[in-house]
C-alpha cells in the first residue's frame, strides 16, 4: 500500500490528484537516478529510468490541459532524448541542468496542488531554464535542432510508452494510496478498540464468555497489526533525499563525499519517519560539512580524498535505530572540554573528572560548538540539541560516539509507533505506572533475604550484585518522592532491569503487574513538565498509568551512562572452555532449572484465562501466533487455582517458530557450561549445566519433541 502525501481536495479534481501523485513519485526517482547517474555514467538503465519519467510527465500534461508543465517537461524530453541516444556525455554541467530541471517540474507541480492551476508567476524562469537545456544539447552535440522532435509523434515512442504502461498497469492493480488522515482515523480506532478489549479482559466478561473474549482478543491483535502496518513506510524513503543534498553540499564545501546506505527497507511508522526528517537532514549536513575533511586534508591523514557517509537503519528490541556514520576527523574530547569550561558550563574540576562519554554530550547543549568558523551549514554542536529534542519528543534517543581521526557515529533510537506500545505495568505507592517494554531487560525478584545479602550500599547509593557486575537500584517511590506507608515487609522486593541511552539500572517497585498494550496518550500541563513521563494510559481495569521515561528517570537518580566495556572483557578471567549464559527459573518441586538464555525472547506474566486447551495441548494467542505451551513446573496441575502464570517465550533452535514454557518463577541468569553426568535414576549419560559448583538441570527445546527435560538438580 502507498501513502502520499495528497494535495487539497477542493482545489484539484481526483484524476489530477492521481497525476500529481505519480509526477511527485516519478520526480523522486529520477533524482535518486540523477545522483547515481553521476557516479555511474555507463549505466543506460539510469537514462531510461530518467528519460521515462519526464517523458510520462509531458504525455499527461497535455491531456490535463497543463501547458506551462508541458512545455518544461518538453525541453528536458528532448535533451534526454540526445542522451538516451548516446549523442550526449554525462558529465557535471549535464547533472546540474537537469537537476534544475527536476527542481522546475516539482515546483509547478507543487503550485497545481496548492491553487488547481499552473500560475503566472516564475514564468520568466521557465523560458531561462529551458533556454538553458536547449544550450546544453546544443553545445553537447553539436547540434541547434531537436532531432527527438521528429520521433516524438512515431510509431516507436508510442510503442515504448505503451509498453511502459502493461508493466504500470500491473503494478497499480497492487497498491492503492490512502489518504494519511485515513490512515490516522483508522489507527485511533484501533487504539479505542484495544482500549476496550483490554477492559473486558479484565471483566467478568473474560470468565462468564471465555471463547468470545479470547475470539476478540485475537481479531484485536491481527487488526492492530494489520493497521500498523498499513501505517508502515519504508526508511529508505527518506534515505533517497539525501544524495542530491550531500552532492550540492560537497560541492558547496569544497570536498568530496560518498554516501551510502542500507537497511532502507526497513519499516516505520509515517508519523514517526516525518518527525524524524529534519533531525536526521541535520545529522547528515554536520555530517558533510563539519565531520568530513576536506581532500587535501585527507591525503595528508592517509585517508581517500572521498570521503563516507553512510546510512543504516535496523530494528533492534522494540526500536529503529537509524545510524549516521562519517569517516572523517572525529570529535576531540579535549577541544569540547576547553570550549565548556571557557563558556563556564562546566567547572575546570569538573572537566578533569568526566569520562568520555560525558564530555560528547555537552555537544548536545543548546549553542555548544567547537567549530572555528561559522557556516551557512552550521558546526558540529550548533543545533544538536534541536535533533535531541525532537527525537525524544516522540520517545527516542540520541547517542554519539566519536574516535579522533577515524569518524562520528549519530545514532538515533526511536520507537515503532507511538499510538500503541507494550508495556509492562507495575505498582508503587498505591498507583500503577507502564515501563516499555523496548526498555525492559530482565525482571528479578529478590526475597528478603537475597535482598539483605545482595544489595550492598555504598553511601546513599544502593547496587544489586547482579552476575557480578554492579547495578544501581533506583527506587521508584523515591524518586517520586510518593508519599505513602512503607510497603510491607517479609515478600522481598521486584527489580525491573532497564536500560535505555547507555543507562542500565534496577528500578525497585512494590508490585508488578500483567505486561499490556497500552494505548499511549499525550502529557500537558505539570505532568509533562516534571521531564520523567513520555506520556499516559487508560489501562484495562479503568486506571490510569503514566509512562515512565526510562533514560530521563536513569538521569535524574544519577545514573552514569556505562561506558564501552573492553576494559571488563580484559580483565576477565580467561577459560578454556567457554562460558554461555543461562536463564535460571524454579520448575517442578521447586527445583532449579536452567534454560539457555539465547533461545529465551521474552518473559511475560500473563492472566490463566489467556490460554486455552486445543486437543489435550495447552495454546496462547501471543502477537498474532499460536504458541503451543509447556508446563515446566506443573504450575497447571499443582495449582489449579493460580491466577498470573510466568510464562518464557522461547524461539526454537535452527527456526523462527516459538513455543512457550509455563515456570513457577525466573530466579537469575548465570554463566556456566554443559557437563556431561549420570542419572542415577536412568542409569544413563545426561546432560545438565555446571554453575559454579552446583550441577543444575538443563532444559532444551526440541523443534518436534517441545521441552525435554535431562537431569534433575544434584547438589
Not at 517537461?73 to 554541467?93: F, K, T
Not at 498494550?517 to 516534571?530: A, C, N, Q, T, Y
Not at 536412568?682 to 543444575?696: E, S
Request: aromatic share 2%.
Amino acid at each position: 500500500m502507498c501513502a502520499g502525501i495528497l494535495p487539497d481536495k477542493g482545489n484539484v479534481d481526483d484524476l489530477t490528484q492521481e497525476f500529481l501523485a505519480e509526477s511527485q513519485e516519478g520526480l523522486d526517482r529520477m533524482e535518486r537516478c540523477l545522483t547515481e547517474l553521476e557516479a555511474h555514467p555507463e549505466d543506460r538503465s539510469l537514462i531510461t529510468e530518467i528519460f521515462r519519467a519526464v517523458h510520462t510527465i509531458k504525455g499527461t500534461t497535455g491531456f490535463l490541459g497543463f501547458k506551462r508543465l508541458e512545455k518544461l517537461a518538453h525541453a528536458g524530453e528532448n535533451l534526454l532524448g540526445s542522451l538516451r541516444d548516446g549523442r550526449l556525455l554525462v558529465n557535471e554541467r549535464l547533472i546540474d541542468g537537469l537537476l534544475q530541471l527536476k527542481d522546475g517540474l516539482r515546483n509547478i507541480l507543487e503550485i497545481i496542488g496548492i491553487t488547481g492551476g499552473e500560475g503566472t508567476r516564475a514564468v520568466d524562469n521557465d523560458d531561462s531554464l529551458i533556454a538553458s537545456l536547449d544550450r546544453l544539447n546544443a553545445a553537447e552535440s553539436g547540434q541547434s535542432d531537436h532531432p527527438l522532435e521528429a520521433r516524438q509523434s512515431s510509431g516507436e515512442q508510442g510503442d515504448e510508452n505503451s509498453r511502459s504502461s502493461a508493466v504500470d498497469a500491473g503494478a497499480n492493480e497492487k497498491t492503492l494510496r490512502i489518504d494519511v488522515d485515513v490512515l490516522n482515523r483508522m489507527m485511533n480506532l484501533v487504539g479505542d478498540l484495544v482500549l476496550t478489549r483490554n477492559q473486558i479482559l479484565r471483566s467478568e466478561a473474560a470468565q462468564a464468555f471465555p471463547e468470545l473474549v479470547r475470539s476478540l482478543d485475537a481479531t484485536t491483535a491481527d487488526l492492530r497489526e494489520t493497521v500498523m502496518q498499513a501505517r508502515m513506510q519504508p526508511v529508505g524513503n527518506l534515505f533517497r533525499k539525501f544524495p542530491r543534498m550531500v552532492r550540492d553540499l560537497a560541492k558547496s564545501c569544497g570536498r568530496a563525499v560518498r554516501l551510502q546506505y542500507s537497511g532502507q527497507e526497513t519499516g516505520l511508522d509515517k508519523s514517526l519517519l516525518e518527525a524524524i526528517k529534519d533531525p536526521l537532514t541535520h545529522a547528515v549536513r554536520n555530517a558533510v560539512d563539519h565531520g568530513i575533511e576536506k581532500p587535501e586534508a585527507r591525503l595528508l591523514a592517509g585517508k581517500p580524498s572521498e570521503g563516507l557517509i553512510t546510512l543504516r537503519a535496523f530494528q533492534q528490541s522494540g526500536s529503529v535505530v537509524i545510524e549516521i556514520t562519517d569517516d572523517g576527523a572525529g570529535i576531540a574530547t579535549e577541544r569540547v572540554l576547553a570550549k565548556a569550561v571557557e563558556r563556564e558550563l562546566v567547572t575546570p574540576e569538573q572537566a578533569a573528572g568526566m569520562s568520555e562519554r560525558e564530555t560528547l554530550q555537552l555537544i548536545f547543549l543548546p549553542g555548544f560548538s567547537t567549530a572555528a568558523a561559522v557556516t551557512n551549514v552550521s558546526g558540529r554542536g550548533v543545533g544538536m540539541d534541536v535533533v535531541r529534542a525532537n527525537i525524544e519528543k516522540v520517545g527516542g534517543s540520541v547517542e554519539l560516539a566519536s574516535q579522533v581521526g577515524v569518524g562520528t557515529t549519530l545514532r538515533l533510537r526511536v520507537p515503532l509507533t507511538l499510538a500503541i506500545v507494550p508495556a509492562l505495568v507495575v505498582r508503587c505507592g498505591g498507583q500503577s505506572f507502564a515501563l516499555p517494554q523496548s526498555a525492559l531487560v530482565e525482571l528479578v525478584h529478590l526475597s528478603t533475604g537475597e535482598a539483605a545479602a545482595m544489595v550492598e550500599s555504598i553511601g546513599s547509593a544502593s547496587f544489586y550484585r547482579l552476575r557480578g557486575r554492579l547495578l544501581p537500584m533506583v527506587e521508584l517511590r523515591s524518586l517520586l518522592q510518593l508519599k505513602t506507608s512503607a510497603p510491607p515487609t517479609g515478600k522481598g522486593i521486584h527489580v525491573a532491569v532497564l536500560e535505555a541511552e547507555g543507562r542500565r539500572y534496577g528500578l525497585v517497585v512494590e508490585e508488578l503487574m500483567a505486561p499490556e498494550e497500552i494505548v499511549v496518550k499525550p502529557l500537558s500541563g505539570i505532568v509533562r513538565e516534571l521531564g520523567l513521563f513520555t506520556g499516559a494510559a487508560v489501562l484495562g481495569d479503568g486506571s490510569m498509568a503514566l509512562i515512565v521515561d526510562v533514560a530521563a528517570a536513569g538521569q535524574r537518580a544519577g545514573v552514569k551512562p556505562s561506558e564501552i566495556k573492553e576494559e571488563d572483557a580484559a580483565e576477565a578471567p580467561v577459560t578454556e572452555e567457554a562460558l554461555e549464559e543461562y536463564l535460571l527459573f524454579e520448575g517442578e518441586g521447586e527445583a532449579t532449572q536452567a534454560l539457555p538464555l539465547c533461545v529465551v525472547e521474552r518473559i511475560e506474566e500473563l492472566a490463566r484465562s489467556e490460554i486455552s486447551r486445543i486437543e489435550g495441548r495447552v495454546m496462547l494467542r501471543y502477537r498474532g501466533e499460536t504458541l503451543v505451551l509447556h508446563d515446566a513446573g506443573a504450575v497447571l496441575q499443582q495449582n489449579p487455582a493460580v491466577a498470573m502464570l510466568t510464562v518464557l517465550i522461547c524461539t526454537e533452535p535452527g527456526s523462527a517458530s516459538r513455543q512457550g514454557l509455563i515456570v513457577r518463577r525466573v530466579l537469575d541468569v548465570s554463566s556456566g557450561r554443559v557437563a556431561e553426568a549420570v542419572d542415577k535414576d536412568q542409569g544413563a549419560q545426561a546432560r545438565a549445566v555446571l554453575i559454579g559448583n552446583r550441577l543444575i538441570a538443563l532444559c532444551e527445546l526440541r523443534p518436534q519433541e517441545g521441552v525435554r527435560m535431562h537431569w534433575s538438580e544434584v547438589a
